[in-house]
């Protein structure tokens, strides 16, 4: 019991350090692909200490609501989520509650702008909600062939089974695997699909409205959202680790590489990304699926 | 209070509220409202009895009426709806005409509904369908108009399921004998396979289409945008699930579970689940390209009727128990939808989602109950729409249907498009000048919305409550019964625990809104003031709502005619010109007459001397 709660308390803070640990490393690591010297990598933290002293504004009840839901369904989110060995309210629905509380923060986000009434954020949050039509089929098709394969809805279970090196990504499931990080990029809203907040084009849309602490709990959202996916993606496919640490350098080994494709490509526009999600990365997983039930 | 009596006062009710409107409207409204409230309470006692009653005998087949856990179940999501919707119609129908016929066929309706789930044999099963078909009818035409031509389309592809209920009725008879439940269930497995298949298939086409499953789907759109609101919450509700409740019949209590697992070599559910996944999929879609707002709720009913079908059609019970759950559930959520948009159109005149917005100021206690239908809509944690989706989810993975799972879950993403359409281009972003002077919902408006709402959460975080009925039901029909707790479900294969999941949530929450209060003060200020900074913005919208999803509109709009309905309303051409043809004969000329006498009895005699063919 004590361990548990003591579980609780320490996997979100876990999380936000390393998201905000991404967030520093991210910036510097495209700063010198793109032969910058780049912010120091603890900026994102000091940023969220002045961001926390800044006066911010509001437009309605909703528009605070919004956010605070979007966090708090990151935060609720972590703690479904299985850190090597720490995984506190797994047991509660498994893999398919983690599918629906994923729709707490794009949810929040969109009614908060959505009552700033903001051009920007319109389109922004339009974009952001096809992006995610475009890159969900993939994401399920991956995750019904995991669940298909291990023949549970327990993500535990699929940490579990690939226990021993028996990595979901070097079996059958390998093709949903490459699907799950073709369209990554897309989840986390990093080039070429950080569409829907464009900062050149729409202002970094849906964040636009935000100042102060609104923009703080944002930052702190994003690097909880980075923390979510990536992890999902390690336990799902690459085994999960054993202890905190060997999770925490598949992670950064995951995290780089997105990096890079952030560092290198240019930015898709929104039918083109649809386009293109709904066309190479739904071929992969489809067969992948395919294959499940047909070796099944 | 038995059976017979319950459904003879629900009859006297509505034409004695009839009659009361004649002599005062006041009264009338009171006893409507009244009569339908009093109905609840002996419905409710009657929770576990097994009573059954036959109260007549027509042709010396006894017609009687039965309640069942099941029954008991549709008979309570009836009643309630409907009493909520006429205490909605109180403040929403005032000062429109021809009220009495609209108390009395609301309430005729509702008798309808309640003999079909109370019956015990096909005569009353019949009788009371017709009775519902016709006065839904009415009601769909209630405003003229398009309303006209809606309601001509729902009554004509009624008939036709009525017609294929006859034959199927006629044919029982002859072969079975008895038109009651019991007996045909009896006879139904001594009988060949095949002739059950025609049974089936035949039930399954009225069913269908009063459910609106592809491709019967058709008249659904336009009857429930063009019916009166309150009556749109009772149509969508529970009026369109008396299909499904014919499909847990004819499935469940007279095929039995073996028979529909086995018939065909198990295509003929599998059949049915595929039926109700394309009912899923393509509709969801639609509603997304729709600019009004019923017209947008109307076709996500007909995806969420095939959630619900996918769960009852799949044949495991975790599957029965997820889709049962979910007919009780939408019928909780899609009414407070509509009376939602009923109460805005009431206040502002319109439900055209390119020209509201920004009404949360204005009506903020319709905004956050419109928030939780759509909440429940979508199955977000914590409503009751999770839990029954979850349920489905489970089974269609664990059943290894693969891609009728994948079917369902990419629905919900298009229904969080649609939804969230909704929500914004209605409540939020800028208020348009004209609407600067609504007023908030009257008070019998918000009334059902806000218990709807309750119903939603609390059911979502304390599914036991209903799954446990649900769970008797399906144990009833031979499906292995579920281990159910009162925070939701404890079996070997998957735990869903809401309680701890609300806890997570409700803790999550707590913690953010301290940080949030930790921050520096925020200050509030107008919408406009941080986007234009100072500067002039038009004051009309310079928000974007309209055409909301264009880069997705334009790619799928191509995909999504709805192809069922163009070749109905052709076959409906087809045979209009073939009538107008034919009708040229009768030209009212006697001579003409006299001389078709004269040829048909030549071409007889012809046929006689030439051909000896008798």
């Known amino acids: 019991m004590v361990i548990n709660i003591l579980e609780i308390i320490i996997s979100p803070v876990l999380a936000f350090i390393i998201g905000i640990f991404f967030m520093g490393l991210f910036r510097k690591i495209t700063a010198r692909l793109h032969w910058r010297y780049g912010p120091p990598v603890i900026q994102p933290f000091l940023d969220l200490i002045k961001l926390f002293h800044q006066q911010g504004f509001s437009h309605g009840p909703v528009f605070d609501l919004g956010i605070i839901m979007a966090l708090a369904g990151s935060?609720?989110?972590?703690?479904?989520?299985?850190?090597?060995?720490?995984?506190?309210?797994?047991?509660?629905?498994?893999?398919?509650?983690?599918?629906?509380?994923?729709?707490?923060?794009?949810?929040?986000?969109?009614?908060?702008?959505?009552?700033?009434?903001?051009?920007?954020?319109?389109?922004?949050?339009?974009?952001?909600?096809?992006?995610?039509?475009?890159?969900?089929?993939?994401?399920?098709?991956?995750?019904?062939?995991?669940?298909?394969?291990?023949?549970?809805?327990?993500?535990?279970?699929?940490?579990?089974?690939?226990?021993?090196?028996?990595?979901?990504?070097?079996?059958?499931?390998a093709l949903s695997g490459i699907a799950y990080f073709i369209i990554m990029p897309a989840m986390l809203g990093i080039r070429p699909f950080d569409i829907a907040g464009a900062p050149q084009e729409i202002s970094t849309g849906p964040a636009i409205e935000y100042g102060g602490k609104y923009l703080g709990l944002f930052n702190i959202w994003h690097a909880l959202s980075m923390f979510v996916y990536i992890a999902l993606f390690v336990d799902l496919f690459l085994g999960g680790g054993s202890n905190p640490l060997t999770f925490f350098i598949k992670m950064l080994v995951v995290f780089i590489l997105l990096t890079f494709i952030h560092g290198v490509f240019p930015r898709f526009r929104i039918e083109q990304a649809i386009k293109y999600l709904w066309k190479w990365p739904v071929i992969i997983s489809l067969s992948g699926l395919i294959l499940i039930t047909v070796i099944r | 209070m038995n059976l017979a009596q319950l459904i003879l006062i629900s009859l006297c009710g509505a034409f004695l509220t009839y009659l009361l409107g004649k002599a005062s409207s006041r009264i009338r409204d009171t006893f409507a409202v009244f009569i339908s409230l009093l109905l609840i309470i002996p419905l409710f006692?009657?929770?576990?009895?097994?009573?059954?009653?036959?109260?007549?005998?027509?042709?010396?087949?006894?017609?009687?009426?039965?309640?069942?856990?099941?029954?008991?179940?549709?008979?309570?999501?009836?009643?309630t709806i409907t009493s909520l919707s006429v205490i909605f119609s109180l403040s929403y129908m005032k000062?429109?005409?021809?009220?009495?016929?609209?108390?009395?066929?609301?309430?005729?309706?509702?008798?309808?509904?309640?003999?079909?789930?109370?019956?015990?044999?096909?005569?009353?099963?019949?009788?009371?369908?017709?009775?519902?078909?016709?006065?839904?009818?009415?009601?769909?035409?209630?405003?003229?108009?398009?309303?006209?031509?809606?309601?001509?389309?729902?009554?004509?592809?009624?008939?036709?399921?009525?017609?294929?209920?006859?034959?199927?009725?006629?044919?029982?008879?002859?072969?079975?004998?008895?038109?009651?439940?019991?007996?045909?269930?009896?006879?139904?497995?001594?009988?060949?396979?095949?002739?059950?298949?025609?049974?089936?298939?035949?039930?399954?086409?009225?069913?269908?289409?009063?459910?609106?499953i592809a491709p019967f789907h058709t008249w659904l759109p336009d009857a429930h945008s063009e019916a009166p609101s309150p009556f749109s919450a009772v149509l969508s509700g529970v009026l369109i699930k008396m299909g499904t409740y014919g499909f847990i019949l004819f499935m469940y209590t007279i095929a039995g579970l073996n028979i529909i697992i086995n018939i065909g070599g198990g295509s003929f559910h599998y059949l049915i689940s595929i039926l109700a996944a394309i009912t899923i999929i393509f509709p969801t879609f639609i509603a997304v390209l729709q600019d009004d707002a019923k017209r947008l709720l109307a076709w996500s009913s007909i995806a969420q009727v095939g959630y619900i079908i996918l769960g009852i059609a799949i044949g495991t019970g975790l599957g029965f128990v997820g889709g049962v759950f979910h007919f009780f559930n939408h019928a909780?959520?899609?009414?407070?939808?509509?009376?939602?948009?009923?109460?805005?159109?009431?206040?502002?005149?319109?439900?055209?989602?390119?020209s509201l917005g920004g009404l949360i100021k204005k009506m903020p206690i319709t905004f956050f109950c419109a928030l939780i239908g759509v909440f429940g809509l979508i199955g977000m944690p914590l409503t009751n729409g999770f839990v029954s989706k979850w349920l489905i989810y489970k089974a269609l993975i664990l059943g290894e249907h693969p891609?009728?799972?994948?079917?369902?879950?990419?629905?919900?993403?298009?229904?969080?498009?649609?939804?969230?359409?909704?929500?914004?281009?209605?409540?939020?972003?800028?208020?348009p000048e004209k609407f600067s002077n609504v007023r908030k919902a009257p008070v019998t408006m918000r009334i059902p919305v806000i218990f709807?709402?309750?119903?939603?959460?609390?059911?979502?975080?304390?599914?036991?409550?209903?799954?446990?009925?649900?769970?008797?039901?399906?144990?009833?029909?031979?499906?292995?019964?579920?281990?159910?707790?009162?925070?939701?479900?404890?079996?070997?294969?998957?735990?869903?625990?809401?309680?701890?999941?609300?806890?997570?949530?409700?803790?999550?929450?707590?913690?953010?809104?301290?940080?949030?209060?930790?921050?520096?003060?925020?200050?509030?200020?107008?919408?406009?003031?941080?986007?234009?900074?100072?500067?002039?913005?038009?004051?009309?919208?310079?928000?974007?709502?309209?055409?909301?999803?264009?880069?997705?509109?334009?790619?799928?709009?191509p995909y999504l005619r709805d192809f069922v309905d163009d070749f109905y309303l052709w076959l409906a051409d087809v045979i209009r010109t073939f009538s107008d043809k034919t009708r040229k004969i009768y030209c009212g000329d006697l001579g003409y007459y006299i001389s078709y006498i004269v040829l048909f009895l030549a071409v007889l005699i012809v046929l006689k001397m030439g051909l000896k063919i008798w």
Not at chain 1, 103 to 128: T, V
């Open chain 1, 75 to 173: 935060i609720v989110l972590i703690l479904f989520i299985p850190f090597g060995g720490i995984c506190p309210i797994s047991n509660s629905g498994g893999l398919l509650v983690i599918i629906y509380i994923m729709l707490f923060a794009p949810l929040g986000i969109a009614l908060s702008g959505g009552e700033a009434a903001n051009p920007n954020i319109s389109i922004g949050i339009s974009r952001k909600l096809i992006l995610a039509l475009g890159y969900e089929v993939s994401f399920l098709l991956a995750l019904l062939a995991l669940m298909t394969y291990y023949n549970t809805i327990s993500l535990v279970d699929i940490v579990e089974a690939q226990d021993n090196y028996k990595w979901a990504l070097f079996s059958p499931l």
């Open chain 2, 403 to 431: 891609f009728l799972a994948f079917i369902a879950l990419f629905g919900t993403w298009g229904t969080i498009i649609y939804s969230y359409k909704l929500i914004h281009n209605i409540f939020l972003g800028q208020l």
């Open chain 2, 452 to 557: 709807l709402s309750l119903v939603v959460v609390v059911f979502g975080i304390l599914p036991g409550i209903p799954l446990k009925i649900i769970d008797t039901i399906s144990a009833s029909f031979g499906f292995q019964p579920q281990d159910i707790q009162i925070w939701g479900i404890a079996s070997e294969t998957g735990v869903l625990n809401m309680v701890n999941i609300f806890a997570a949530i409700f803790a999550a929450l707590i913690f953010v809104w301290l940080l949030f209060l930790m921050g520096r003060k925020k200050i509030n200020i107008a919408q406009d003031d941080s986007y234009a900074a100072g500067a002039y913005v038009p004051k009309d919208k310079y928000n974007y709502t309209v055409d909301f999803y264009k880069p997705l509109s334009g790619m799928i709009k």
């Open chain 2, 45 to 79: 006692c009657l929770y576990g009895k097994n009573e059954e009653i036959t109260y007549y005998s027509f042709l010396g087949l006894p017609l009687i009426l039965k309640i069942t856990p099941l029954s008991w179940l549709f008979a309570i999501a009836v009643q």
């Open chain 2, 95 to 212: 000062g429109k005409e021809r009220l009495d016929f609209y108390y009395l066929m609301l309430l005729l309706v509702n008798t309808g509904m309640l003999g079909i789930v109370l019956s015990a044999d096909l005569i009353s099963f019949y009788i009371f369908w017709e009775i519902m078909s016709w006065s839904t009818f009415l009601l769909i035409s209630y405003n003229r108009g398009p309303a006209l031509h809606a309601g001509m389309k729902y009554i004509v592809m009624s008939i036709i399921g009525s017609a294929s209920m006859i034959i199927g009725i006629l044919s029982l008879y002859v072969n079975c004998g008895s038109l009651d439940f019991v007996q045909i269930a009896s006879f139904i497995p001594r009988t060949s396979s095949g002739y059950t298949l025609f049974i089936l298939i035949l039930f399954c086409i009225t069913f269908g289409i009063k459910n609106a």
């Open chain 2, 332 to 354: 909780a959520f899609k009414a407070l939808l509509f009376l939602s948009v009923g109460a805005v159109e009431y206040r502002t005149g319109t439900r055209d989602l390119n």
